[in-house]
């Protein structure tokens, strides 16, 4: 191990399960944005960015009133951040509205062509 400091150790494995979760939920917000950006969804993009640094700062607000802040505290923000993203950005795209309607108009009218060939 990288220390045999008892304390170290017990703080690290409380956080370990949030800091994984973390990485795997931002191994999918990172994707999600870069589709909004990539689809010229500044607005979109944007507000899922301060929905979700609003979703962290307020989770840090809740969870700093019990006392103060541990790295589980502090992870668990960061998750809240990454799991806004994830569901916002998503929500966004799974709309069918601004540039996403063309990928869904272009979709549909696809089926029904291909459904007319059958």
Known sequence: GLTTDAAVRAAAKEALPLVLA??????????VNGLLMGA????????????AQAACV???????RGGPLSLRRLWTALLM????QVVIGGARIASGTGPWRLLYERTDGQDQADA???
């Open 40 to 51: 010229l969804d500044w607005s979109a993009a944007a507000a899922a960015m301060w929905a």
């Open 22 to 31: 973390c990485q795997l939920l931002k191994g999918i917000a990172y994707p």
């Open 58 to 64: 307020g989770t840090v607000a809740l969870l700093g």
């Open 116 to 118: 007319k060939q059958l």
């Open 81 to 84: 951040l990454f799991l806004a």
